[in-house]
């Protein structure tokens, strides 16, 4: 490695920098100041401000230990101009010695208004500092963890700074027309800012030097993406034309004809699937806008040509509905889809394997028991994969490594924010449904807080009465599985006495397959009135008839999490309504979270205020760990910056293939999986 570490440090030391994810030399270039200090002018008291880091110099005219307002040390530091207090709330003896009334110090800290008066918590202070030099750079402060010391790193940082040759990965043409600073120029500033630089600016990452850092990362994410993309273009995959016998049936069956969007989206997934490079496509729309039509005809596209599907769904219930409604849609054209879940016995799983693998059924519909060793298909043209933010990345790629190439259709409720989704999803095409079905009345939302609890009963047990149907969602129990039971069947059992004239049935995870089918399918036929449920129905479930939620302890829940929840009412045209009941006091992040949810039903704009409410990283999820998030750039703020990243990763790639092969391998080093994918 011709930019490991010194092979002279310790391994301790070796153990302390991989913590920070420091590897390599490079690493440690890429080790960024969080802040900077001044030590390059020293600060007459009078003149310090509070919320500053300054540094004063002056004579100790006074020091104690006090114990109020806790035992401390306080020292008193006298200029010509002024009195400032160092404070130290764990000290030694030998500080307190240093300290010595008469001794002149150099101190620097940050400023602030305490007990008594102007003072500096743990100043750093240099005792007779007066006639060391002033250092000619800030100061910088790293990102540290316990037992490394800042010197250590800055020597290491400064070290590697000098012996690495940081030549430039873009082209000076390119460079040029961005207006950005040399890659080399701009680590060395941010390392060692000159005294006049614009301290402001480098707090905020605006500073040319930081805009050029976060642009090469986003360009080498960009650069990554494409290449993943063009690779999979390379590769082949079965050319399936729409002879459009089926999909024509299909269409003329409905009820209802296809939406403007769901027209165009539907031609683009049937316009890749006649390539003959695999399609990897997702096809994004909010709760209700009607996917599961398009990804039934893209189904038929593939069977038209003799070829297999498999459509996989994350949950028993969701992947049910579909077979179900897919079972209603299809077999009057003559196909029976065949069922796949973990939960079947032996020997109808075994059944089913086989019909697969034979090639008798054209469409598998299941959970992700589908992707399991023993199911081979015979010729599987493509994979449909619903609500594919549920599944982790690894599942996702079994899914290619299985037979020969599919296309493949990812579909997604949960919206993604258009710079995110251009950052993360850069690998993959994307459709979206912009629009809902006709007919369709808005979700009434309302906030009620828990002390009014009776109100709701009413108002359920009201519209109950009237034929409609409702959802009781249970409170999230996030930390155990057990009292999540325990919360749904309490909540059960309490309802039940509540409603005594009421049909009331549950749903949980802990049910098995069949009694969670039972209870569905009872709730669909309206014999249960109210149905009382945890999260388990959050995604997918589709019973237009249920026009009323109650979203029991909503503080509780996530954004994308409300927004499914009451995309399972408003899909009939009876007026529909969903009640929030939250317990007081909110947190100020709940009262924010309940607030976008009250003011929004477009699912667009609720993950966009999202994502600025809690950083990309929490919106895409853990599950989507295997995609390495960005630590320089940020995507709310550096949208523009992305833009550029996009276009002229393009470019490289089409003008400049070396310097984009040289950016990559700078950049991603440290990630050969995703260099591969
Ligand atoms: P989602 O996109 O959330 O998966 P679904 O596919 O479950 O939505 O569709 C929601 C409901 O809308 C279903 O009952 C479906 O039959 C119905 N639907 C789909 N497309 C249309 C349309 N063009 N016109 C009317 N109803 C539609
Ligand atoms: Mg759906």
Same mark, same amino acid.
């Given at each position: 490695?011709?930019?490991?570490?010194?092979?002279?440090?310790?391994?301790?030391?070796?153990?302390?920098?991989?913590?920070?994810?420091?590897?390599?030399?490079?690493?440690?270039?890429?080790?960024?100041?969080?802040?900077?200090?001044?030590?390059?002018?020293?600060?007459?008291?009078?003149?310090?401000?509070?919320?500053?880091?300054?540094?004063?110099?002056?004579?100790?005219?006074?020091?104690?230990?006090?114990?109020?307002?806790?035992?401390?040390?306080?020292?008193?530091?006298?200029?010509?101009?002024?009195?400032?207090?160092?404070?130290?709330?764990?000290?030694?003896?030998?500080?307190?010695?240093?300290?010595?009334?008469?001794k002149r110090i150099r101190a620097l800290g940050e400023v602030r208004m305490g007990y008594f008066g102007l003072e500096m918590v743990h100043p750093k202070c240099r005792v007779g500092g007066e006639n060391a030099p002033l250092k000619q750079a800030l100061t910088p402060v790293y990102p540290t963890t316990a037992g490394l010391p800042q010197a250590t790193l800055l020597k290491q940082i400064h070290?590697?700074?000098?012996?690495?040759?940081?030549?430039?990965?873009? #082209?000076? +043409? =390119? !460079? /040029?027309?961005?207006?950005?600073?040399?890659?080399? $120029?701009?680590?060395?500033? *941010?390392?060692?800012? &000159?005294?006049?630089?614009?301290?402001?600016?480098?707090?905020?990452?605006?500073?040319?030097?930081?805009?050029?850092?976060?642009?090469?990362?986003?360009?080498?994410?960009?650069?990554?993406?494409?290449?993943?993309?063009?690779?999979?273009?390379?590769?082949?995959?079965?050319?399936?034309?729409?002879?459009?016998?089926?999909?024509?049936?299909?269409?003329?069956?409905?009820?209802?004809?296809?939406?403007?969007?769901?027209?165009?989206?539907?031609?683009?997934?049937?316009?890749?699937?006649?390539?003959?490079?695999?399609?990897?496509?997702?096809?994004?729309?909010?709760?209700?806008?009607?996917?599961?039509?398009?990804?039934?005809?893209?189904?038929?596209?593939?069977?038209?040509?003799?070829?297999?599907?498999?459509?996989?769904? #994350?949950? +028993? =219930? !969701? /992947?049910?509905?579909?077979?179900?409604?897919?079972? $209603?849609?299809?077999?009057? *054209?003559?196909?029976? &889809?065949?069922?796949?879940?973990?939960?079947?016995?032996?020997?109808?799983?075994?059944?089913?394997?086989?019909?697969?693998?034979?090639?008798?059924?054209?469409?598998?519909?299941?959970?992700?028991?589908?992707?399991?060793?023993?199911?081979?298909?015979?010729?599987?043209?493509?994979?449909?994969?619903?609500?594919?933010?549920?599944?982790?990345?690894?599942?996702?790629l079994a899914l290619r490594g299985k037979g020969s190439e599919p296309h493949q259709l990812m579909m997604s409720a949960t919206p993604i924010p258009r710079t995110l989704a251009m950052s993360y999803y850069a690998d993959l095409d994307v459709s979206v449904i912009d629009e809902l079905p006709p007919g369709r009345t808005p979700v009434v939302t309302k906030l009620v807080s828990d002390a009014r609890?009776?109100?709701?009963?009413?108002?359920?047990?009201?519209?109950?009465?009237?034929?409609?149907?409702?959802?009781?969602?249970?409170? *999230?129990?996030?930390?155990?599985?057990?009292?999540?039971?325990?919360?749904?069947?309490?909540?059960?059992?309490?309802?039940?006495?509540?409603?005594?004239?009421?049909?009331?049935?549950?749903?949980?995870?802990?049910?098995?397959?069949?009694?969670?089918?039972?209870?569905?399918?009872?709730?669909?036929?309206?014999?249960?009135?109210?149905?009382?449920?945890?999260?388990?129905?959050?995604?997918?479930?589709?019973?237009?008839?249920?026009?009323?939620?109650?979203?029991?302890?909503?503080?509780?829940?996530?954004?994308?999490?409300?927004?499914?929840?009451?995309?399972?009412?408003?899909?009939?045209?009876?007026?529909?309504?969903?009640?929030?009941?939250?317990?007081?006091?909110?947190?100020?992040?709940?009262?924010?979270?309940?607030?976008?949810?009250?003011?929004?039903?477009?699912?667009?704009?609720?993950?966009?205020?999202?994502?600025?409410?809690?950083?990309?990283?929490? *919106?895409?999820?853990?599950?989507?760990?295997?995609?390495?998030?960005?630590?320089?750039?940020?995507?709310?703020?550096?949208?523009?910056?992305?833009?550029?990243?996009?276009?002229?990763?393009?470019?490289?790639?089409?003008?400049?293939?070396?310097?984009?092969?040289?950016?990559?391998?700078?950049?991603?080093?440290?990630?050969?999986?995703?260099?591969?994918?």
């Open positions: 490695m011709p930019h490991s570490l010194p092979a002279n440090l310790q391994k301790v030391t070796l153990g302390k920098l991989a913590k920070l994810g420091i590897h390599n030399r490079f690493d440690l270039v890429l080790h960024l100041p969080l802040r900077y200090e001044d030590e390059t002018k020293v600060v007459r008291i009078a003149e310090l401000q509070p919320g500053e880091s300054q540094q004063v110099e002056g004579e100790v005219t006074h020091c104690e230990v006090a114990y109020r307002p806790r035992r401390s040390l306080i020292c008193q530091l006298q200029d010509d101009t002024g009195v400032v207090h160092l404070r130290f709330l764990n000290f030694y003896p030998s500080q307190q010695k240093q300290l010595a009334v008469g070290a590697a700074l000098q012996e690495l040759e940081l030549t430039d990965t873009l #082209p000076a +043409e =390119i !460079l /040029a027309r961005l207006k950005l600073p040399a890659f080399a $120029d701009s680590v060395q500033l *941010l390392h060692n800012p &000159p005294p006049h630089v614009d301290e402001e600016a480098l707090l905020q990452h605006a500073h040319p030097a930081w805009l050029r850092i976060k642009f090469d990362e986003l360009l080498a994410q960009q650069l990554s993406m494409r290449v993943h993309y063009r690779k999979r273009r390379n590769r082949t995959a079965p050319q399936l034309p729409g002879h459009g016998h089926l999909s024509s049936a299909l269409l003329k069956s409905l009820p209802f004809a296809l939406t403007n969007a769901q027209q165009k989206v539907w031609s683009e997934i049937s316009h890749d699937l006649t390539q003959s490079h695999p399609m990897q496509r997702l096809l994004q729309g909010d709760v209700g806008s009607g996917k599961t039509i398009v990804a039934a005809l893209a189904a038929l596209q593939a069977i038209e040509n003799g070829y297999q599907v498999a459509f996989m769904a #994350p949950t +028993e =219930i !969701l /992947a049910e509905q579909h077979y179900l409604k897919l079972r $209603d849609w299809l077999e009057p *054209l003559g196909i029976s &889809p065949a069922w796949l879940s973990g939960s079947l016995k032996k020997k109808d799983k075994t059944a089913a394997c086989e019909r697969i693998a034979s090639g008798d059924t054209l469409l598998a519909i299941g959970t992700h028991a589908l992707f399991q060793s023993q199911v081979e298909f015979k010729k599987l043209g493509l994979v449909i994969v619903d609500e594919q933010h549920k599944f982790g990345v690894q599942q996702r609890r009776e109100e709701v009963f009413e108002r359920v047990r009201n519209a109950c009465l009237e034929g409609r149907q409702a959802y009781w969602v249970c409170p *999230l129990i996030d930390e155990s599985e057990t009292l999540q039971l325990q919360t749904a069947l309490e909540t059960h059992a309490t309802l039940s006495e509540i409603f005594p004239e009421l049909r009331i049935g549950l749903v949980h995870g802990k049910l098995n397959n069949s009694e969670k089918a039972q209870v569905m399918a009872a709730f669909k036929a309206n014999e249960v009135q109210l149905l009382v449920a945890t999260t388990v129905i959050e995604v997918g479930v589709d019973v237009p008839n249920a026009s009323m939620m109650v979203i029991d302890h909503a503080e509780r829940m996530g954004l994308s999490q409300l927004h499914q929840l009451r995309g399972r009412v408003g899909r009939g045209a009876a007026h529909s309504l969903c009640i929030l009941l939250f317990q007081t006091p909110l947190s100020e992040l709940a009262r924010a979270r309940l607030k976008i949810i009250f003011e929004n039903t477009d699912g667009f704009e609720i993950a966009q205020q999202d994502m600025q409410l809690r950083g990309p990283g929490e *919106l895409l999820g853990a599950r989507q760990s295997g995609v390495p998030m960005l630590r320089f750039a940020d995507i709310t703020q550096d949208a523009p910056l992305l833009n550029y990243a996009r276009d002229m990763a393009d470019e490289m790639l089409r003008d400049h293939p070396e310097a984009a092969r040289a950016h990559l391998q700078r950049w991603m080093a440290n990630k050969p999986d995703y260099l591969q994918v």
